[in-house]
DNA sequence: GATATGTCGCTTTTT
DNA sequence: GCGACATATC
């Protein structure tokens, strides 16, 4: 059998116990868990409908017939949707695998999930179609690659391969991608996909994008990912609405299967997941959307707040419930968001009332620049934790969060935090599956699964170097182009024909000996893992070769010389990629193939840290939506920062209120304490630049606002009416009571540090000037100065920091990795 | 072909 | 102020 047929066997065994056969046959699960459900409902019937409000309760019980749920921040949308599949279930008006279920997010539907499964008192195993709209749409699109030229075990690709391939076309069509850059096409592109125009349907006013060739490169991309048996993330979508559309047999089918709809986040989905969503609701209509038309912070990324105004004229006879209860904030920090938002004229209209106290205003804090930003947030979350700060009571570090605008944002904190020894945890920045090693390693492990995957095979070709220079590079891809073949196989023929000489020669065919060798002990690993249906299993199950993939990939890491190489670099952060690349192989352990593994890596790219000890988050304000904090910080609250000036450039009027909206979004995250924060100066690009605080800190209302502390600023033009802008710069600073506060402190700095000195003692070796010293984040160094637990390090390319002894460890130590 | 140096442009936001 | 890309030099 060759390799392809057999993966294609693979494939298919892989679909085995997919949701949509399985209608005909039940699985055990599915049996084992509608029997749970019987027996438990004398107990605990209805259990779900209590401690719901009247709109919740109507929300979850209106089954039948379309329903669009206005739910505000924080009035337990949520709990409303999973009440209301738990009420599908319950009531066996549906079957776990009838229900379509979408999210955003991988981390709402994990919620969700879990919430479910907990209203049922059992896991749900069953509901194999809740998810989000990209990994629901691979699931599909798996089944039926076929129809749009693809095959099963096609790649998907993240940004970073598009903008390669991109670039290639952009070259062979001659353009000077310096003046006509890639990442503009990519954007062109992407929109246009989730527009769900393929490229013989952009219309023509989209014509001259690009300088005119805009169209060409499209088609030319998407003839190319076909070639490739790739998809992007926009062709998830795209493809599967392309498909429902030329194929009315096949829809009809699905359509026919989901007798329930319910979508999460609704004001964010884009065209391409609304034809989606209307082609599968068609049928039954009966589906239920949940939104906040004030939420809507995804506009940039083709989001169409319109979806939710037109909700009613698509489906008739619609029901419209809203949801105005806030359970989460305090009374003042809801009226300063209700303040805010109410500046934007494009709303539905909906009035959030707090149930809780009015608590605590906010507070909006003035600083010179944004090194004192971070260091008085550090500072006031140290107390916080050690119970100083605030009147109410002790915060952990998990109740914390510093929610920012831009990521970059993020490193001055990060610095900090560093500096004083308080743990944090980063979500959504520099991504684990983003750096260069894992990006390597992944892209081995992608050529062993999909062998056309000519991005991937160009990426690994030479690294480590096997002494292939572009000259031979170039030489095998004229011979792909001529044969119409992989680069991979590309490369054997040139071998063949005589086409490489010397190192190049040698370097080529020991990588693709070592590639088939690979492949076929993947081969059958997935053969024997992933089928455990009957008659695919020819041989392999007891072969002495057999060998598992986290074996595998361990054994590709050293044979292909790719771990050595990064053993034998000197340079400082080398030790933490072999770190990395450990990790990576420790995150094998979880999956059953690596084809699994890199599904999942393309679609979840988020790198979850074990939630071990106590950590403040630092985050976007985009990721911070749908969660909420006791504690939240708002630092950078300054025009060009934010709102952002290229969102205000690009969308005008459009992308001011998006920021208000994400302004919004941030105040609403906190539950009892929200800190407003701008700097009158900051770095930009290296550079300084003086700031002017934000136009929406003149927008709080003053009722509701603290003004605690202003350290001498620059400030915009007072705006009409009193604000503010003119507070601040009237306010004697250096006589106010935070400043005389800020004082106080800065001279014996760490109030909050004595618990924390005890958690970092334990690891904390002893270390004296001119010890040589490894950090994970700075690499190697040498320490000049030692004061108690601070040590200050020159470090050999990341210049000098003062930091806490149990960040740094003894350089000796640092080489000791696998591999 | 592999390294060392220089230049430019750039930062929103993410499945 | 960093990293990606290009050019220069071995």
């Not at 539907?109 to 069953?126: C, L």
């Not at 795209?238 to 699905?254: R, T």
């Not at 701008?678 to 603290?706: C, K, M, T």
Request: charged letters at 25%; glycine letters at 8%; proline letters at 3%.
């Amino acid at each position: 059998m060759s390799f392809e047929l057999r993966y294609r066997v693979f494939m298919n065994s892989f679909d085995e116990d997919d949701a949509f056969e399985a209608a005909a046959r039940p699985s055990l699960s599915q049996l084992a868990m509608q029997g749970a459900m019987r027996n438990a409902m004398p107990e605990n019937k209805g259990e779900y409908l209590e401690g719901l409000n009247a709109e919740q309760r109507e929300a979850v019980l209106a089954l039948e017939g379309p329903v669009l749920m206005l739910a505000g921040a924080g009035t337990g949308k949520t709990k409303a949707l999973t009440s209301r599949i738990a009420h599908l279930l319950h009531s066996a008006t549906a079957r776990p695998n009838e229900i379509l279920a979408v999210t955003f997010t991988n981390k709402a539907a994990r919620e969700m999930k879990e919430r479910v499964a907990r209203m049922m008192g059992h896991s749900v195993e069953g509901m194999p179609w809740l998810g989000t709209f990209h990994s629901i749409c691979v699931k599909q699109l798996r089944r039926h690659a076929e129809l749009v030229g693809l095959k099963s075990n096609f790649t998907i690709l993240d940004t970073d391969d598009q903008l390669r391939l991109l670039k290639q076309l952009i070259a062979l069509h001659g353009i000077d991608e310096k003046r006509w850059p890639a990442r503009l096409l990519a954007g062109i592109i992407d929109g246009w996909k989730n527009k769900a125009y393929t490229p013989d349907r952009v219309p023509a006013a989209d014509h001259a994008a690009y300088n005119g060739q805009g169209v060409a490169l499209y088609r030319a991309y998407q003839e190319r990912l076909k070639t490739l048996n790739a998809a992007d993330f926009g062709d998830l979508l795209l493809h599967m609405v392309s498909i429902f559309q030329n194929h009315p047999d096949l829809l009809a089918s699905y359509q026919r299967w989901f007798r329930y709809i319910l979508v999460d986040e609704y004001q964010d989905t884009n065209v391409a997941q609304y034809l989606w969503l209307r082609l599968l609701a068609s049928e039954h209509k009966n589906i239920c959307c949940v939104g906040d038309d004030d939420q809507s912070i995804y506009g940039w990324r083709g989001a169409e707040v319109g979806n939710i105004l037109r909700f009613e004229k698509d489906f008739s006879n619609a029901k419209i419930i809203r949801l105005e209860q806030n359970y989460r904030s305090t009374g003042h920090i809801l009226a300063a968001a209700n303040g805010v938002i109410s500046g934007n004229t494009e709303r539905l209209g909906k009035q959030l009332r707090a149930v809780k106290e009015d608590g605590e205003k906010l507070r909006l804090v003035g600083h010179w620049d944004g090194e004192v930003e971070a260091r008085w947030i550090g500072e006031e979350i140290e107390a916080m934790a050690s119970g100083v700060r605030s009147r109410l009571r002790q915060y952990s570090l998990e109740d914390m969060a510093i929610l920012v605008r831009a990521s970059h944002q993020m490193r001055a904190f990060e610095d900090r935090f560093l500096t004083i020894g308080l743990n944090y945890r980063v979500i959504g920045g520099p991504r684990f599956y983003e750096r260069k090693e894992i990006r390597d390693a992944m892209a081995y492990f992608r050529v062993i699964c999909q062998p056309e995957d000519d991005l991937a095979f160009e990426r690994i070709v030479n690294t480590p170097k096997r002494g292939v220079g572009d000259k031979a590079i170039k030489d095998i891809q004229v011979i792909a182009r001529r044969d119409r073949i992989s680069l991979l196989a590309a490369a054997q023929l040139a071998i063949d024909e005589g086409a490489l000489k010397g190192k190049a020669k040698s370097g080529i065919s020991k990588l693709l000996t070592d590639f088939e060798r690979w492949r076929d002990l993947n081969f059958r690993h997935q053969n024997t893992n992933g089928a455990q249906s009957e008659g695919l299993i020819e041989d392999g199950a007891s072969d002495p070769a057999e060998i598992n993939h986290i074996a595998l990939a361990e054994m590709v890491l050293d044979e292909s010389g790719y771990a050595a190489m990064w053993k034998n670099d000197k340079s400082p952060d080398a030790p933490g990629r072999l770190e990395n690349l450990k990790e990576l192989v420790k995150a094998l352990e979880q999956f059953d193939h690596l084809a699994g593994f890199l599904e999942h890596v393309a679609l979840i790219m988020e790198n979850e840290s074990a939630a071990d000890e106590a950590k403040v988050t630092i985050m976007t304000l985009h990721a911070a939506k749908g969660l909420e904090f006791p504690v939240v910080f708002l630092p950078g609250w300054e025009e060009g920062l934010f709102p952002s000036q290229r969102s205000l450039d690009e969308a005008g009027t459009k992308g001011l209120e998006e920021e208000r909206r994400l302004a919004y979004v941030g105040i609403t995250r906190a539950e009892e304490i929200c800190t407003i924060s701008f700097a009158a100066n900051r770095r930009v690009y290296g550079q300084w630049q003086s700031q002017l605080a934000s136009r929406f800190i003149d927008e709080l209302p003053a009722d509701h606002v603290n003004v605690e502390a202003m350290t001498g600023l620059n400030v915009a033009q007072p705006a009409s009416s009193p604000s503010f802008a003119d507070r601040v710069s009237s306010a004697d600073a250096y006589d106010s009571p935070g400043w005389r506060r800020m004082k106080a402190r800065s001279q014996h700095s760490n109030i909050g540090s004595a618990a924390k000195m005890v958690i970092n003692a334990k690891a904390t070796a002893v270390f004296d000037v001119s010890d040589r010293v490894f950090h994970q984040k700075f690499g190697y160094g040498e320490v000049v100065l030692v004061e108690g637990d601070k040590l200050t390090i020159e470090f050999d390319h990341s210049g000098t920091k003062k930091l806490v002894s149990s960040f740094v460890r003894c350089a000796d130590d640092a080489g000791d990795v696998p591999f």
